[in-house]
Every structure is written in structure tokens, then in C-alpha cells.
């Protein structure tokens, strides 16, 4: 038998009876470090053992000093039978060697003993006068970087060894909680002349000095602190809910769409303009959009938005498998491949023309057309090079010449169709977003004409007692001073 015992949080008096019965009883016992105020009361009682501290040198990560503890404490049975394996605290709290060792000793078939302890958690709530009752959330700190704290309870992070390791709970915290933050900093909890329990603030987490191995943290419940996106849930079913706002009450997935597609544009601005507080504004603005719509499926009864974030997440591991599965790719134009061919198996799309007509109808017309033109592509139908696709252009040019002479509309604007067509062809070909073309052409057209109508005003006329001559003119100058600038 494995006998797993704990040495409680540091204080010798918080050794049960039961540890102590074994300690003192068994010849072989193995501690995974010696590093703990208990260890004084042991050396005084003339008990003798031997550590794995040698295995932390031996070792580049904690991770492979408890894989090599739990592999060896086996080995060690079955040479010499029983023994003990004491760790810190209680050995089903914060303790991985424990974990891989009771794994390793069901598939050997070896019976394992938990002796109950004293965790260094009794030992924090007991400092803290703390009822776990209300809520209380445990956070290993080197998970931390896979943990999400809640605000909505109180939290313990323990295992905070040194400065390093403080400052990356601090970098995580800080995500969840604001800066100003009061927490908790507690070192040796329950041991009587060594304990330190004082409030610091949240950034100045890894200032503190005696920060070791004994160092835990409380984080009180903070329900004002910074929001948080089920929070953000919440406001919006409150709006939605009787008694909340009449506006948003009278809103439906139809009367949102208008509001999606100008959110989405206004994203695209503050990237265009690289204003970052603006991006944050806007993707805000963008988020409303979707939970809104979560908010009215969750009242129809059809969906909500833990459908939704479940609904994509599935879709991003689906058509990531290099990076979720085993396959291999050489690069980003494989993923793209890959990715296109699990987008059609996944919507069923058997033929090409099922693909140009999956191609949203509701996309500006631009967009949509060279998402069309790129699918053709694909399978070879187009043109061989960016000389025919502008010939092309001046073709369809005359051919609306044509019909604009027959003052015939629905002719006219087939053919204005093939000459716009016609140019995003040959955009692609260039290698040219047409929307950003498009929209560079009408951010220079209106810059120009702000200077002619400065130059109206300079002279104390509007644009209406100007003739088009005069426009004209100041036109030209405006382009003058752009090739000037340039």
C-alpha cells in the first residue's frame, strides 16, 4: 500500500493523528519537498525520511518533477512494499504529484491510502474568517493561464511562489479587474509567527517582498468591478424583459438587420482610421448587434447565446484540424484549401454553381461579385491575365454606349451590370480590393470639392451663384495641389 498523507498548512499543531501515526510508524517515507515549517516538528520527533527536492534541479519544468515523483514512488513499491508519500497541505488540494500518483497506482493495481489533512485552504479561511458556503472559487496559479476568475464569488489563488509567477496572475487578473482592485495577499497562513495578512492593491501584486512558497491570494467578490460579457447578457435581457426599455422591446431580427450591416461598416472605419479607441467603440456597438439578436431567439424560445458561442466554436475546431486534429499543412494557401473543401462538405455543396449561389445576396454588390469571380476561379474559368480582364472592360464600355442611345432602361443597366463586372475582374486581377477603390475615389471626389466650395466662400459665393466653368476651374486646381502634395 501507498500511503498519502498531508503535513498540513505549515503549523505543526495542524498535523492529524493519523499522519502523525504513520510518520512516526513507517520506515519508508518519501517527502516531495522538505521545504515546509512542518519539517522542524519532524526532524525534533527524530523521524527519518528523504525528499524529491534533488528532482526540481533535475528537472526544466514542475510539470516533469511530479511525472518523475509519481513514476518513482511506484518503482519504490514494488521493491520495498508499503510506504509514505507526504506533501504539503492536504494531498487532494493543489497537489499534481498526487493526482498522476493515484492514475499510475490504479493501472498497476496498487491500493492507495488518502490520509485526511489540513489544507492550506482551512488555513486561509480560518485567517480570513471566510464561510466557503457563500461561494469560493479555488485557482491553481500555475493554471492561471486556463482559468477565467469570477468575480461573482470569492476567490483563492494559491501556489504563487515568487515574483514571476505573481506577475502573470496580476497580467491575468487585470482582465477581469480593474487595477485599483483591494485583494488579499496572504503568506503562511496559520502558522503562528510567520503568518502576514494585509490588503494590497491589485498592481501591486509582484512589488511585495516576501513573496515564497508559502504565498497564497484572496480575491474578494467584486460584483461592480469591471463588466463582463454575461454581464453585458444580462443588461440586454433586461432591456428586452416587461418593465425594461420600450424601444428595445418593440425590436425584431428584421427591424436589426439595417443596424447589423451599419455597425459592421463603422468597424471597417475605425480599422481604416487606426483608431483604436474608436475599434473598441464600434466592436462594442458590433457585439450589441449579436447578443441582441441571442437575447430575441432566447424569448422565441428557438436559441440563446451559449447556442451561439457553442454553434462557433464548434465550427472553428471543425475546419482548424491542423491545429485541433492531426492533419499537417505546409502554409496558409493549404489551410485556405483545406478550409474551402470542409465548408463545402459541411453545407453540402456538391457543385460549383452551389457554391456561386451560396455566395451571400444579401452582400454589397461589389463584395459579391468578386467572391463569385474568386470561386470561378477556382476550377479555371477565367481570364489568363489582367490585359484581357481590362480589354474586357473597354468592351463592355462601348456596348452601354450602344444601348444608351436606345434610351432603353432594362438594357442599360444590364449592360452598366457587365461594365461594373467587368471591373472587379479586373481588380482581382490587380490585386485590389474594388470597395476600398471605390471608396478611395469618393474620399478624393469629396475632398476636391470641399476646396472648390472654400474657394465659393473666399470669395462671399455659395456654389449655386457659381457657374459650372468656375467649378471647373477650382476643380482642376484641387487636383493640381493633390499631385503637388504627393
Known amino acids: 500500500m501507498i500511503n498519502i498523507i498531508g503535513l498540513g498548512p505549515g503549523a505543526a499543531d495542524a498535523l492529524t493523528l493519523g499522519s502523525l501515526r504513520l510518520l512516526k510508524n513507517s520506515d519508508d517515507i518519501m517527502l516531495r519537498t522538505a521545504k515546509h515549517p512542518t519539517i522542524d516538528f519532524i526532524n525534533d520527533e527524530g523521524i527519518n525520511y528523504l525528499t524529491y527536492d534533488y528532482a526540481y534541479d533535475k528537472f526544466k519544468s514542475f510539470d516533469e518533477v511530479y511525472d518523475f515523483i509519481a513514476k518513482d514512488l511506484v518503482e519504490k513499491h514494488k521493491e520495498k512494499g508499503d510506504l509514505v508519500y507526504a506533501v504539503p497541505g492536504h494531498p487532494l488540494v493543489a497537489e499534481k504529484s498526487v493526482e498522476l500518483l493515484i492514475h499510475l497506482a490504479e493501472e498497476e493495481n496498487i491500493e492507495v491510502n488518502i490520509v485526511p489533512a489540513v489544507s492550506f485552504i482551512d488555513a486561509v479561511l480560518e485567517s480570513l474568517k471566510l464561510d466557503p458556503v457563500k461561494g469560493l472559487k479555488l485557482i491553481d496559479a500555475f493554471d492561471m493561464a486556463n482559468q477565467i476568475p469570477d468575480k461573482r464569488v470569492g476567490t483563492v489563488i494559491t501556489q504563487v511562489y515568487n515574483?514571476?509567477?505573481a506577475s502573470e496572475v496580476k497580467i491575468k487578473l487585470l482582465d477581469f479587474y480593474e487595477d485599483e482592485t483591494e485583494i488579499f495577499f496572504v503568506r503562511a497562513a496559520g502558522?503562528?509567527?510567520?503568518?502576514?495578512?494585509?490588503?494590497?492593491?491589485?498592481?501591486?501584486?509582484?512589488?511585495?517582498e516576501d513573496i515564497d512558497y508559502l504565498t497564497s491570494l484572496y480575491i474578494p467578490e467584486a460584483p461592480d468591478n469591471k463588466k463582463d460579457f454575461y454581464e453585458f447578457v444580462d443588461i440586454i435581457d433586461t432591456l428586452r424583459a416587461p418593465g425594461g426599455c420600450p424601444w428595445d422591446r418593440e425590436q425584431s431580427h428584421d427591424s436589426l438587420k439595417k443596424a447589423l450591416i451599419e455597425e459592421s461598416y463603422e468597424v471597417i472605419e475605425a480599422i481604416e482610421e487606426m483608431d483604436d479607441n474608436k475599434l473598441v467603440e464600434e466592436l462594442g456597438d458590433l457585439l450589441l448587434q449579436v447578443v441582441f439578436h441571442a437575447s430575441i431567439g432566447k424569448e422565441e424560445g428557438y436559441f440563446n447565446i451559449n447556442d451561439v458561442v457553442e454553434g462557433i466554436s464548434k465550427k472553428m475546431i471543425y475546419r482548424h484540424p491542423h491545429v485541433f486534429g492531426d492533419t499537417q499543412v505546409s502554409g496558409s494557401k493549404e489551410v485556405l484549401k483545406n478550409w474551402d473543401e470542409l465548408k463545402?462538405?459541411?453545407?453540402?455543396?456538391k457543385t460549383t454553381t452551389d457554391e456561386l449561389n451560396h455566395v451571400a445576396k444579401s452582400l454589397p454588390a461589389l463584395i459579391r461579385a468578386e467572391k463569385v469571380q474568386k470561386k470561378a476561379s477556382k476550377v479555371g474559368f477565367d481570364w489568363d491575365k489582367a490585359e484581357d480582364a481590362l480589354n474586357k472592360i473597354f468592351e463592355e464600355a462601348e456596348e452601354l454606349k450602344d444601348v444608351y442611345k436606345l434610351q432603353n432602361k432594362a438594357k442599360i443597366l444590364d449592360e452598366m451590370g457587365d461594365l461594373l463586372f467587368a471591373a472587379v475582374n479586373t481588380c482581382r486581377f490587380l490585386n485590389i480590393d474594388p470597395e476600398e477603390a471605390l471608396n478611395s475615389t469618393t474620399n478624393k471626389f469629396i475632398k476636391r470639392f470641399s476646396y472648390v466650395e472654400k474657394c465659393a466662400m473666399s470669395m462671399g459665393k455659395t456654389l449655386n451663384d457659381m457657374s459650372l466653368k468656375d467649378m471647373d476651374f477650382y476643380w482642376d486646381e484641387a487636383k493640381k495641389y493633390e499631385k503637388n502634395e504627393k
Open 163 to 165: 515574483k514571476f509567477i
Open 191 to 208: 502558522i503562528k509567527g510567520e503568518e502576514s495578512i494585509r490588503k494590497i492593491k491589485l498592481y501591486e501584486l509582484d512589488w511585495q
Open 344 to 349: 463545402r462538405k459541411e453545407q453540402g455543396l
